[in-house]
């Protein structure tokens, strides 16, 4: 079995390199992985301007690993295109520090590398723990474990791509595994100006997007309900963003701009 590994945390992140304790005794792991943290940037590719890649000595002695200056979609699609000759088989992006639960994913660097991934047809797992302190990552590392193994032995669909998300806790303390929906979750976030001349460089006023505390509704069955009992969230995701409950409900909407736009020709 191949598997590749990266992560939005960067290179030099335990979390990944935990990863890469773990799996390496069940598969022949290569690594490709930003050159800094990239949290936030989500599917985000670099278009306008070249992308460097180097071989990095790894942290864990035998492993092939890369870096790249660039984002963790970007480590991906330089990881399947260009580096590797053999087709992966599995495609794992973490160990995060810090949950991605409910909309999240949608600016989640570790999710939008997984995304990548299942972009090009390859079975994915984002996976994440619950904190930025004192980190467990035994726990993650042995769950991606058990799912690269069932999914060389067929238990698994050949693509798919699964968020996972722990509590920063010891096997003991954690209360269970539940297969979940993504929740709501919500930040207040705050614009600050910023810097020694209160925001302005000498040009031009300059800003920081800072995210608050999230709110978040702990409806059960959904990923953040999960965490908050002390469980592992579990939550398949696609790429299928359509709101099909509404389809049928803009059915009359598009007959009326239909209408309005030949009239306008007329005129």
């Keep these: 079995?191949?598997?590749?590994?990266?992560?939005?945390?960067?290179?030099?992140?335990?979390?990944?390199?935990?990863?890469?304790?773990?799996?390496?005794?069940?598969?022949?792991v290569v690594v490709v992985a930003p050159d800094r943290e990239q949290s936030g940037v989500g599917t985000s590719v670099t278009l306008h301007q070249p992308l460097r890649v180097r071989p990095v000595k790894p942290i864990v002695a035998g492993i092939e690993a890369y870096v790249v200056e660039g984002t963790p979609a970007d480590s991906i699609i330089i990881a399947l295109k260009m580096l590797l000759?053999?087709?992966?088989?599995l495609v794992v992006c973490g160990i995060n520090e810090g949950s991605n639960l409910g909309t999240d994913v949608l600016i989640s660097g570790t999710v939008g590398a997984a995304f990548q991934a299942y972009f090009y047809g390859l079975p994915a797992i984002a996976i994440s723990v619950a904190s930025f302190d004192n980190l467990h990552f035994e726990v993650a590392s042995r769950i991606c474990g058990l799912l690269a193994q069932q999914l060389a032995a067929g238990k698994l669909p050949p693509r798919l791509l699964l968020n996972i998300n722990l509590?920063?806790?010891?096997?003991?303390?954690?209360a269970?595994?539940?297969i979940t929906e993504l929740g709501e979750?919500?930040?207040?976030?705050?614009?600050?100006?910023?810097?020694?001349?209160?925001?302005?460089?000498?040009?031009?006023?300059?800003?920081?997007?800072?995210?608050?505390?999230?709110?978040?509704?702990?409806?059960?069955?959904?990923?953040?309900?999960?965490?908050?009992?002390?469980?592992?969230?579990i939550t398949p995701i696609h790429h299928d963003l359509t709101s099909h409950e509404q389809l049928a409900s803009l059915e009359g909407v598009c007959s009326s701009l239909s209408q309005e736009l030949s009239s306008s020709r007329l005129g």
């Design 167 to 174: 509590p920063n806790l010891p096997l003991d303390q954690i």
């Design 176 to 178: 269970g595994i539940e």
């Design 1 to 28: 079995m191949k598997i590749l590994i990266t992560n939005d945390d960067g290179i030099a992140a335990p979390g990944l390199w935990a990863l890469v304790e773990e799996l390496r005794s069940i598969a022949e």
């Design 185 to 233: 979750r919500s930040y207040t976030d705050a614009v600050k100006r910023g810097g020694v001349k209160a925001g302005h460089d000498g040009k031009r006023d300059y800003y920081w997007i800072v995210h608050g505390e999230p709110q978040s509704k702990e409806d059960k069955g959904t990923d953040v309900w999960a965490l908050r009992h002390k469980r592992i969230s």
């Design 85 to 89: 000759k053999d087709k992966m088989d």
